[in-house]
């Protein structure tokens, strides 16, 4: 199985900046995701992140405001632009491999 | 449409059997997850069953799967305290994963 990593672990930010998660995976992964949980919510997924191409944004989900990269097959980053008090939120990075997706222990964000 | 329905929550007493259903909407779903959250935490992935299978065990975990009803379930053998936790049960649509809202387990001593 894949252990996935992410920085920070949480953190609490000013409105109007941004933040950017990074995202590791300790083995080459086919494809790697990323999710928001909203507290007391489930996950819902923000985009696929592509190695060397634009991530796939699910509905409601923009690059502006979600830019992705993913350089490789093991790494992966999120910012999270011009935040406000609605981002606060889980932000969880993902990865599968045949049949098995892992996640990471996501990203606790608070936005005051 | 896309959407995972779970009961929200379920109490059960140490030692007794669990059982948290699922239901999904889509039959091509090639893989079915169970991902266990406990407070604080990142998703443990439980396990996960092929859709062309009807029952895979993995210790005290049982998963069955019904297609023709779009029903899946897990049951805990002989639950301990440490199961409390929120069990998410998802399907996949196009390689991604839609979760359902969560059953929240409280195992009484």
């Known amino acids: 199985s894949a252990v996935i990593s992410q920085k920070p672990s949480r953190d609490i930010c000013q409105r109007g900046t941004s933040l950017t998660i990074q995202c590791q995976v300790d083995?080459?992964?086919?494809?790697m995701f990323w999710y928001r949980q909203q507290p007391g919510q489930s996950l819902t997924l923000i985009a696929t992140?592509?190695?060397?191409?634009?991530?796939?944004?699910e509905s409601g989900f923009v690059i502006d405001k979600f830019p992705i990269s993913r350089p490789n097959l093991t790494f992966s980053t999120l910012t999270v632009s011009n935040m406000s008090p609605e981002d606060s939120s889980i932000y969880l990075c993902?990865?599968?491999?045949?049949?098995?997706?892992?996640f990471g222990p996501g990203t606790r964000l608070t936005v005051l | 449409g896309e959407d995972v329905e779970q009961s929200l929550f379920l109490s059960v007493r140490e030692g007794d059997s669990s059982v948290i259903n699922c239901t999904y909407t889509?039959?091509?779903?090639?893989?079915l997850y169970w991902y266990k959250q406990e407070p604080g935490a990142g998703l443990q992935l439980l396990t996960y069953?092929?859709?062309?299978?009807d029952m895979k065990q993995d210790q005290r975990l049982t998963v069955l799967l019904n297609k023709k009803d779009k029903h899946l379930s897990l049951r805990i053998a002989d639950t301990q305290t440490g199961d409390s936790a929120i069990y998410f049960c998802?399907?996949?649509?196009?390689?991604?994963?839609?979760f359902g809202q969560g059953t929240e387990l409280s195992v009484k001593p």
């Open positions: 993902s990865g599968s491999s045949g049949g098995e997706q892992f």
């Open positions: 083995s080459q992964v086919t494809m």
């Open positions: 992140a592509n190695q060397g191409s634009e991530a796939t944004y």
């Open positions: 889509d039959s091509s779903s090639t893989y």
């Open positions: 069953i092929f859709s062309n299978m």
């Open positions: 998802a399907e996949t649509v196009g390689g991604k994963l839609i």
